[in-house]
């Protein structure tokens, strides 16, 4: 792939940015873009950042318009830092800090995140939902999944969480309430004929890895629609799946159920072509410029994955309930993948409303193409390129 001389990217991709009215500058301000760092609450008194300034050997740049952030130098690694080690900060660029400070979380929602991985924003809503509520996580790729309650479990916020591997284009299963009798024993046992879900238990049953085995056998370890449940491979003592049955767990909400019952908010941060991750660009220099035709300026993959976001946003929405919001976002600064799909939703959805971000009086971005909409990018915001829009339900 041809090479252009002016800012180091390959011809190819700068007719690309150029056809999708990105512009190409964004891309030069790669290293002057810090990391961002979020303190997990109760971790930000003057004491404890002058603890972290320390390690760091530095002064830490608290973000203004966005609670709780705080900005590196773009050369600082923190995965070795003891604050990190012990779970009190975790890396989160601040434009996706912002995609979920847009669905104002409160405490007591119920909230999913329909494509979790890898876990940072699931991360911060669990933070935002307090000692109420639940926030349930789904992603198609089982092991990035695994990472989320990897990370979960090392910030000791899985109380009210459940992780589902399933495809967020059909998954149907609504937030649960507590249950009060979660007993002590293993992960999921017997009582009679009726298989009752126990605490948590990371060294699973015997029987239950049989059975999950034999779910997934057949079918080359992918999730297949209508094929299998989605997998649960993770809850908390308070995500409401303890003392359910297998049934019970699983049963199948319909719509009219989902208006009444269906989560409070959904974040919907859709699989995307990533060209608005100025980091994620860079590794093509490792990877060779060659992927980037196959992976980001392939045309039918593009469509592809415009098909799949669609679907995202519109089954995020299905399981919404009524006066509840969505959020769609994508790290693509491409409008096939944002306004496009914004507006074909919009036409399928009488009951879609789109919103103003009351939240973004200050924060600083570029109004997108569609009004209410919000784009962020390395030269405006001096974050990592994120569309953000933010939807109501309205009764039908």
Known sequence: MEESSEIGLPEAFLVFLKENGVDPSIYTAADSTPRFIRLKPGNGSEAQIQQLEAEFN????????????????????????????????????????????????????????????????????????????????????????????????????????????????????????????????????????????????????WKERKNDKKARGGIDSRLVPGLQDPELIFYGRCSGVIGLSRNELYKIASDSELLKFGYDKVLVDAECTHDGSIR???????????????????????????????????????????????????????????????????????????????????WPYKSGGIPKTLRFDPVTSQTSGLFIAKFKKLAS
């Not at 976002?329 to 919009?346: H, I, M, P």
């Open 280 to 362: 994620h660009i860079q590794k093509f220099d490792h990877w060779g410029w060659e992927t980037l035709e196959r992976r980001v300026l392939d045309a039918e993959r593009t469509d592809s994955l415009t098909v799949l976001q669609l679907r995202l946003l519109s089954n995020g929405f299905r399981l919404l309930k009524v006066g509840g919001s969505l959020v769609y976002s994508t790290c693509s600064l491409t409008v096939a993948q944002n306004e496009d799909v914004v507006e074909k939703f919009l036409r399928k959805n009488a009951s879609a409303e789109l919103q103003e971000i009351d939240a973004a009086t200050n």
């Open 58 to 205: 530095l002064k830490l740049e608290k973000v203004s318009w966005l609670p709780n952030f705080y900005s590196l130098p773009p050369q600082i690694h923190i995965a070795n830092s003891m604050a990190y080690k012990e779970g009190k900060i975790y890396g989160i660029d601040a434009a996706s800090g912002a995609a979920v400070s847009a669905l104002h979380v409160s405490e007591g929602d119920h909230v999913l995140d329909l494509c979790a991985a890898p876990g940072a924003k699931l991360c911060m809503m669990l933070d935002l939902i307090g000692n109420l509520g639940s926030v349930t996580g789904v992603d198609v790729a089982r092991h990035r999944l695994a990472a989320c309650r990897t990370m979960i479990q090392k910030y000791a916020l899985g109380d009210r969480c459940r992780l589902f591997v399933a495809d967020g284009t059909t998954f149907s299963l609504i937030p649960l309430m507590e249950h009060s009798d979660s007993k002590s024993g293993g992960e999921f046992a017997s009582e009679g004929k009726v298989d009752i879900f126990k605490e948590w238990n990371s060294r699973r049953p």
